[in-house]
């Protein structure tokens, strides 16, 4: 599969710049950054996970003729930014460097000087319903297979709902006792567990650290922080609300969706955080290769009314989401922020439903059509 960031990283290695590739553990990050690595005429590949490699990159063991050099989870050295800094400083004209992490290294903080104006910086997703349609070149059971499998590669993949369960709880136990564990001064693992337990009941749901703070037995401030770890090693994502022009809108509490939307039980919710996904990956490539400034935000205000998703481009409203797994009447809150914000696009996106219906205030559309288009 060619993932979309491809040819646009190779062409950001033209800049003389440095690639930055970021995304949750096990989404194919290595595989993209070795696919890339045929282009060149002698790459090198050094994961810091690995003694031998680590014991290089600390050395700087390698050569001029290395035309490309790949440095994988190298934020886990608390340096990394400093000594990646002054490796480009020096020897940026000799090689072109791509640097992969499974957390979010365009604000991660552990160390070092600041990068900026010394990279390009992508996040890479799981597998998309059109990046699917690419490989199939049909449409057959592709919705249900990534609305039951999710979309990281190896569940995806998978033929049994054996080895996607298996999946799912080494791929938790890897990101919160490894990763987590190797960057954060956290004693109690076991209570961020916990904590995911409670995000997967809650996901589409305004949270309260409150409550949370309650269940789990510390501070809503522990909580808010144990949130953000969770975040910045792309665990979850978060969405919060719009208010701009919404003088009735709630605007402190937020909501968090997974990456794996597998592991919701609720079919509605679970279909909810797939569109979710989709809406932020599309964001997130807007802001990498065009340099848009997007914002994926909910809609709520104190009156009940309530729409699933708003896209907003340079602070801007531009297409208005709801989520549904059956048709049925479009949705109040839908309607009701079309109008509020004279939108010009405003979809119902509904699972099981086959073509587009078209209305005057918000059209009905198939999760196929949609997610194709995104």
């Not at 990281?152 to 987590?180: C, G, M, N």
């Not at 003088?247 to 939307?261: H, M, N, P, Q, S």
């Not at 205000?301 to 340079?314: G, K, N, S, T």
């Amino acid at each position: 599969m060619n993932r979309i960031q491809a040819e646009r990283i190779w062409e950001d290695f033209h800049d003389r710049k440095m690639v930055i590739l970021g995304g949750p553990r096990q989404v194919g990050k290595t595989t993209l950054s070795r696919q890339i690595a045929t282009r060149f005429k002698n790459p090198l590949y050094l994961n810091f996970d690995h003694p031998e490699d680590r014991e290089r990159i600390r050395k700087r063991d390698w050569k001029k003729s290395n035309d490309l050099l790949i440095f994988d989870e190298i934020h886990k050295w608390r340096i990394w930014k400093s000594w990646l800094k002054g490796i480009y400083d020096k020897e940026g004209g000799e090689h072109r460097i791509l640097v992969t992490g499974s957390a979010r290294l365009d604000v991660y903080r552990k160390g070092g000087d600041s990068m900026q104006g010394r990279y390009h910086y992508w996040r890479l997703h799981p597998f998309t319903y059109s990046e699917i349609l690419q490989v199939t070149h049909s449409n057959k059971n592709v919705l249900q297979n990534l609305f039951t499998r999710g979309g990281f590669p190896e569940p995806y993949l998978a033929t049994s709902e054996r080895a996607l369960k298996r999946w799912q709880r080494e791929r938790l136990e890897r990101v919160i006792r490894e990763d987590v564990f190797a960057l954060e001064s956290i004693r109690n693992l076991n209570a961020l567990f916990y904590l995911h337990e409670l995000l997967v009941e809650r996901v589409g749901s305004p949270i309260s650290l409150k409550s949370l703070g309650e269940d789990l037995g510390v501070s809503p401030i522990t909580v808010g922080h144990w949130i953000q770890i969770l975040e910045s090693m792309y665990v979850i994502f978060i969405v919060a609300p719009y208010h701009k022009k919404l003088t009735r809108a709630i605007r402190k509490e937020y909501k968090v969706y997974l990456y794996d939307w597998s592991l919701i039980r609720e079919n509605g919710l679970r279909w909810e955080n797939m569109i979710a996904s989709h809406l932020l990956r599309y964001c997130h490539f807007q802001e990498d290769s065009e340099g848009d400034r997007m914002q994926l935000c909910f809609l709520k205000d104190r009156d009940d009314h309530e729409a699933d998703f708003l896209l907003v481009r340079d602070g801007k409203p531009i297409h208005l989401v709801e989520a549904k797994l059956t048709v049925s009447q479009l949705s109040r809150g839908l309607l009701y922020f079309s109008r509020k914000l004279n939108m010009k696009q405003t979809s119902q996106v509904v699972f099981n439903f086959e073509g587009i219906k078209e209305g005057r205030d918000a059209d009905i559309i198939s999760g196929g059509d949609f997610l194709e288009k995104l």
